[in-house]
């Protein structure tokens, strides 16, 4: 019933290019979705897992981030073409058995992209590869195990690095990060330093939680909502119900983007009759094409154009009670935003001073706004200050603890929140430290340990002995994919707790080990205790628990906890002071000590088991208060700020097609934009591309330079293709090697994915990239 793994490769010659699509969703989404589970896994298992996707007692969508009602009534099927796709990659019947790696030369293997790689199957049994060998080879558990200890033991805590990509589990999350601190250090980079740690960093400082501050519900009370850098349609898709449903009560749903992504225009809603029959609702009312960083200068002129507004007629527009009863800094935010450079704006955003107006109004109309972000925002170098922005705007209105009002950061990874919420971080604080210390009686470093850039850096410096990896593709997800991937074979132990194959295995470090676990959606029931459960914690802060049901693959997979403990005793010895193996058996004994260590999980084992599993508390949304050190919410100041391509140059962003998940491709279709069978593409405006002299579908090479250097990725092509004008538009992996490593957001650190300046030249046929830096 499973269709073979492909045995053919991307043939990039292959591309077709159609025109972008006005709606998203549809009858041919839930048609994509089934044929892919079928094919992937067969009937059986694709129907027994759609039909407990994100419901009470099932398991959590290992898609996105966002959350399931917890009021209403859940669809019956509560997931859409993109959920289906992600759930059918993970129950994929298909293996990857010791006989696959022996007929795979290591060699061979780096040859293949992330798709050929990802679509072989699931991993069914420890495998290690050593130094000077060519194949990888089975291994028993316990000797890897043995061979992790040997590792870790011969070199110092702070040569390690543990990493974890946010589809690990809260308990999970939370035995990892104890793992790498009883062992000594807090190098607990993560994804999240790569996508929204920008939020963060804006949101702590200012409203004293690093977290969103709206709930589901609110979407049915705002009377505005904007949708700021974000592609709902491929990578929220059931967010387009909540914005379809508001618009429908009234509400203006305004998207800003540089690019008309399809979900904008238009959702056929697979749930509804209408929808199936190909009927599109509308999702935003109003769409602003701006230009890539546009967004600090857009969020400042609307600040002065509410406080303008205010000025007329007092009250109308501001808050001024909120303002002076939880707020600080207003006046220095008034006087900053009194004046306004329009020439300057216009130039930054792309945008004229009437359309900006016009949004504007609405704004200052509004008693209940919501802006929504996602990486169009995060990924840039003055991506704080934009954020902060964002948030000056709020508490200019009041916008905080009311129906229908906050902030809204679109997370990705469906537990990358539970992860830093159980620990993973590599700059705790001393609160954490002080409780885990207190809870297991450990010692627990205070020296900050590397984030996702550092844990580059430290890699080209040869500072990495081993880097455990939970989860994720950490090679192809960073930064300077050449650098980084010479630095990890540079290791001396790199170790892989994945489900299926890809490039980070192929690029691993001197001794190599693949660790096989359990996903989502698989039964985890080999303990005395019985079949166990975990949780996540959704992009609104509500925990709930998620429990596969499917049969493993293979015998040989262990749960993640399984592993973390068994890699714990082997490295910190049988008699460490943590009871290791109590966690594994029995996941209550591991949610009693999270309940102990971390405010707001107080008697986590009795609410987890509550049917929609409960809210972490949430000091803005829960009683418009504010935890930062001077107790209020701050307005900040920021200087105007905006990317700027110097002649015959252009800001590339990067971002995903509608058929990956990240580094994972499902297929070669991104279909609402009209790019199919082909991924090395650069979209750029019709009047870019005359202006520079090319044509369309010509091949180019891209150079992308960064303060006097200069990187170079070969044989892309152009495709004439909507976007705003000067700016172009890449896929997230393959303009990777184009990010220079130094090229992060101020304060956060995250790399400018979506912030390149490049050019382009003719073709040369030269393989490979260049590097001067
Ligand atoms: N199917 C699917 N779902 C996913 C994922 C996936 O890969 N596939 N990934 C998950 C993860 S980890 C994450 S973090 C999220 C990512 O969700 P998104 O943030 O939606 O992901 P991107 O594809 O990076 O899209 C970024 C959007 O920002 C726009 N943009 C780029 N630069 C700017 C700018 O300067 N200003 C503005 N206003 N817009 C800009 C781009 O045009 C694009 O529409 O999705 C999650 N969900
Ligand atoms: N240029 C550019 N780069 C980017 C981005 C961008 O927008 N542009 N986005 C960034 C963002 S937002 C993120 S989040 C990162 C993503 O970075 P990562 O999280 O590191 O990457 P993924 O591709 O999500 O990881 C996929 C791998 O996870 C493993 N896996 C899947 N499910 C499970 C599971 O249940 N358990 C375990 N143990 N393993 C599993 C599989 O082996 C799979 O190959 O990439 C970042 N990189
Ligand atoms: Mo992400």
Not at 161 to 172: K, P
Not at 458 to 466: L, N, P, Q, T, W
Request: hydrophobic share 35%; with cysteine.
């Amino acid at each position: 019933m499973h269709r073979p793994a492909p045995t053919e490769d991307i043939n990039e010659d292959d591309l077709k290019v159609t025109d972008p699509k006005r709606a998203a969703a549809g009858p041919k989404a839930v048609l994509v979705s089934m044929e892919r589970g079928f094919a992937e896994a067969g009937v059986s298992r694709t129907l027994r897992s759609m039909l407990r996707v994100n419901q009470h007692g099932g398991f959590d969508c290992p898609g996105c981030a966002w959350p399931e009602s917890i009021t209403g009534a859940r669809k019956p099927a509560e997931f859409c073409e993109n959920g289906a796709k992600a759930i059918a990659e993970e129950a994929s019947a298909r293996t990857v058995t010791p006989e696959w790696w022996a007929e795979h030369p290591i060699s061979v293997l780096r040859e293949k992209t992330e798709y050929w790689l990802g679509s072989q199957g699931r991993i069914t049994t420890p495998m290690i590869i050593r130094e000077g060998e060519t194949h990888y080879t089975p291994i028993s558990w316990s000797d890897a195990f043995s061979t992790i200890a040997e590792h870790v033991n011969a070199t110092t805590p702070e040569r390690c690095v543990f990493y974890t990509s946010g589809r690990t589990a809260n308990e999970t999350a939370f035995m990892y990060q104890l793992l790498a601190r009883s062992l000594g250090t807090n190098n607990l980079p993560d994804c999240s330093n790569m996508c929204h740690e920008s939020s963060g960093s804006a949101l702590n400082p200012t409203i004293g939680i690093g977290k969103g501050t709206v709930s589901l519900e609110d979407f049915e009370h705002a009377e505005v909502i904007f949708v700021v850098g974000q592609n709902p349609g491929t990578n929220h898709p059931r967010m387009l119900s909540a914005l379809a449903d508001a618009r429908k009560r009234g509400a203006r749903v305004v998207a800003i983007n540089p690019l008309p992504e399809a979900g904008f225009f238009g959702f056929k809603d697979p749930q509804s009759v209408s929808g199936m029959l190909g009927k599109s609702a509308p999702v935003s009312s109003d769409f602003l094409q701006i230009k890539v960083g546009g967004d600090l200068a857009l969020f400042q002129a609307f600040g002065h154009l509410i406080l303008e507004a205010d000025k007329l007629n007092p009250g109308s527009a501001v808050d001024h009670e909120f303002i002076a009863s939880v707020t600080d800094g207003f006046e220095a935010y008034k006087e900053a935003r009194a004046t306004l450079d329009w020439a300057a704006t216009e130039e930054a955003t792309g945008l004229t001073r009437e359309e900006i107006t016009e949004i504007a109004g609405l704004l200052i109309k509004s008693k209940a706004t919501i802006i929504c972000w996602a990486l169009g925002l995060t990924q840039q170098p003055h991506s704080v200050p934009t954020l902060k922005e964002i948030i000056n705007l709020l508490l200019l209105q009041g916008n905080f603890g009311k129906p229908g009002a906050g902030a809204c950061p679109v997370r990705g990874h469906s537990n990358v929140q539970g992860d830093r919420t159980m620990g993973i971080w590599e700059k705790p604080t001393e609160q954490l430290l002080k409780a885990l210390d207190q809870e297991f009686g450990i010692d627990s470093p205070r020296e900050h340990g590397y984030d996702s850039t550092e844990t580059l850096h430290a890699f080209e410096k040869d500072e990495v002995d081993v880097f455990v990896s939970m989860g994720g593709n950490f090679a192809l997800a960073n930064s300077e994919t050449e650098i980084l991937e010479a630095g990890m074979q540079r290791a001396k132990l790199t170790v892989h707790i994945s489900t299926k194959p890809n490039r980070s295995h192929v690029v691993h470090g001197m001794t190599s080990l693949i660790l096989p676990t359990l996903g989502r959606t698989d039964k985890d029931d080999k303990h005395q205790a019985g079949a166990q459960f975990l949780s996540v914690e959704d992009s609104m802060s509500v925990i709930h628990s998620t429990q596969g049901r499917l049969t493993p693959v293979s015998d040989h997979l262990l749960a993640e906890p399984v592993i973390v403990a068994r890699m714990a005793t082997a490295i910190l010895g049988e008699d460490h002071i943590v009871d290791w193996r109590a966690m594994a058996e029995d996941y209550d004994v591991i949610r009693d000590h999270i309940s102990r260590v971390l405010p707001g999980f107080e008697d986590f084992n009795r609410r987890i088991r509550q049917k929609n599993g409960f809210v972490l508390p949430n000091p803005p949304r829960d009683s418009r208060s504010f935890a930062t050190d001077i107790g209020k919410g701050r307005f900040t100041v920021s200087p105007f700020e905006a990317l700027h391509a110097p002649d015959g140059h252009l800001i590339l962003q990067t971002m995903r097609s509608h058929d990956q998940y990240n580094t994972t491709f499902y297929g070669v279709d991104d279909r609402y934009r009209g790019i199919k069978d082909g991924r090395r593409v650069i979209l750029i405006h019709p009047e870019d591309l005359r202006e520079l002299g090319f044509e369309d579908r010509e091949l180019v090479d891209v150079i992308s330079t960064f303060q006097g250097t200069e990187r170079r990725a070969n044989r892309f092509r152009l495709i004439s293709y909507p976007t705003a004008k000067g700016c172009a538009a890449a896929y997230f992996p393959e303009a990777n090697a184009l990010v220079h490593r130094d090229l992060v957001a101020r304060e956060s650190n995250t790399p400018g994915f979506k912030a390149m300046t490049v050019r382009f030249v003719e073709h040369t046929g030269q393989p490979g990239p260049t590097l001067n830096s």
